[in-house]
Nanobody
Framework: QVQLVESGGGLVQAGGSLRLSCAASGHTFSDSNYIMGWFRQAPGKERVFVAGISRSGGRTLYADSVKGRFTISKDSAKNTIYLQMNSLKPEDTAVYYC???????????????????WGQGTQVTVSS
C-alpha cells in the first residue's frame, strides 16, 4: 500500500507562486517504481492532468495550460514530489492531487485511470 500526502496549497494573488509537495510512504514504495503525476479538479469539472514525471525522473510532461509556468520534480531521498507553480492565474484555482501509477520506465500517464494511488488533495486558490 502507498500513501500520498499533499501540502503547500493556499491562497495567492494572480502572478504569485506556490510550491506543492507530495510525500509518499509505504513499506514497498520507491519512487523509481512509480510514475508520479499531479492532477487538478475545479468545482463542477473533471479531474485533469497537470504534470507528470517518469520513474527515472528523466522525463516530464505538462498540460498545455501550465507549460512554462509549472515545474514538476522529485527528491528520491525524501520520497517527495514537488510542483512549483509560478505566474499563477485565477483559472489555476482547483484542488490539486498527487498520484502514483505503475508503468514502464519511460511512460508518463495523463489519464486518471492509469494511476493506482491518490492523495487527499490540497486547495489552491488564486485571486484576481
Amino acid at each position: 500500500q502507498v500513501q500520498l500526502v499533499e501540502s503547500g496549497g493556499g491562497l495567492v494573488q494572480a502572478g504569485g507562486s506556490l510550491r506543492l509537495s507530495c510525500a509518499a510512504s509505504g513499506h514497498t514504495f520507491s519512487d523509481s517504481n512509480y510514475i508520479m503525476g499531479w492532477f487538478r479538479q475545479a468545482p463542477g469539472k473533471e479531474r485533469v492532468f497537470v504534470a507528470g514525471i517518469s520513474r527515472s525522473g528523466g522525463r516530464t510532461l505538462y498540460a498545455d495550460s501550465v507549460k512554462g509556468r509549472f515545474t514538476i520534480s522529485k527528491d528520491s531521498a525524501k520520497n517527495t514530489i514537488y510542483l512549483q507553480m509560478n505566474s499563477l492565474k485565477p483559472e489555476d484555482t482547483a484542488v490539486y492531487y498527487c498520484a502514483a501509477g505503475r508503468g514502464s520506465t519511460i511512460v508518463i500517464f495523463t489519464t486518471t485511470t492509469n494511476y493506482n494511488y491518490w492523495g487527499q488533495g490540497t486547495q489552491v486558490t488564486v485571486s484576481s
